[in-house]
């Protein structure tokens, strides 16, 4: 049985108390974005606990994408205080400016490719028409940290095949050719890195990536694109916040 309060519910455990402790002095700015935390056994000489209770704070942490466990440099402390609304739309180049870093992409393969049934059925063509679509790496600061794939509507073919491979930001390019994106729909969840993933990104075949599936609009309702972008973990994080759902940069 755990251990309870005065009040009958159960107290939080050591483990909770430190990483609670930590997120509050990291947000208040004592630990900067970007530096790194005193060590394991600082913390636990500091908080009177053994490094395994340490251990289980820190990767409370790296949960809520505060810290980040890095090879030969430790815990770093990243920055969750950035947001972006799901309600307006910003794209990838758009919300990492905001967030103040340095966006990049490398579209590494393309194909003009027949359009599955589903594909078919969201753009309104035939089973079997071609369609432009691509995979593309993005970058923050030069770091690679998520695949994109998107599936493009004929219509654009020619401005998508236009698209060079380092085109940073295809929301401003479709905007200079007078294609306006004005909204677009998430969907969450946790997949698997392919081995195809797993080279680009950096990571272990297999390793955990946050998928966020979308579709891109015009002002008009005219379905622009069908994206599935994949984040490298310690990237991204989506939570909630008053009812509005947000995503937070790291």
Do not use: C, K
């Amino acid at each position: 049985m755990g251990s309870e309060s005065a009040g009958g519910e159960a107290a939080p455990s050591r483990t909770a108390q430190i990483s609670a402790d930590l997120r509050h002095r990291i947000l208040a700015g004592e630990f900067p974005m970007g530096e790194r935390l005193p060590s394991e056994a600082a913390l636990g000489a500091e908080y009177t606990a053994t490094r395994s209770v340490i251990r289980g704070a820190l990767a409370r942490l790296a949960r809520l994408s505060l810290v980040e466990a890095r090879p030969r440099d430790g815990w770093i402390v990243l920055d969750a205080r950035r947001t972006q609304g799901f309600a307006r739309m910003q794209s990838f180049a758009e919300w990492a400016l905001a967030g103040g870093r340095v966006p990049g992409g490398r579209i590494t393969t393309r194909q003009v490719g027949p359009a599955t049934a589903r594909e078919a059925q969201r753009f309104g063509i035939r089973l079997g028409e071609p369609l432009p679509r691509f995979v593309r790496v993005r970058t923050l600061d030069e770091r690679p940290v998520m695949v994109e794939r998107s599936v493009w509507a004929p219509w654009l073919t020619p401005v998508v095949a236009s698209l060079p491979d380092d085109v940073v930001s295809t929301t401003a390019a479709l905007a200079e050719a007078g294609i306006v994106v004005a909204a677009t729909n998430h969907r969450i969840e946790v997949s698997a890195a392919s081995t195809e993933e797993a080279a680009l990104l950096g990571v272990r075949r297999s390793s955990p990536l946050l998928q966020v599936a979308r579709t891109t609009v015009t002002a008009e309702g005219r379905l622009v694109e069908i994206g599935v972008d994949r984040y490298r973990a310690g990237v991204i994080a989506f939570e909630i916040d008053a009812g509005t759902p947000v995503r937070s940069a790291i």
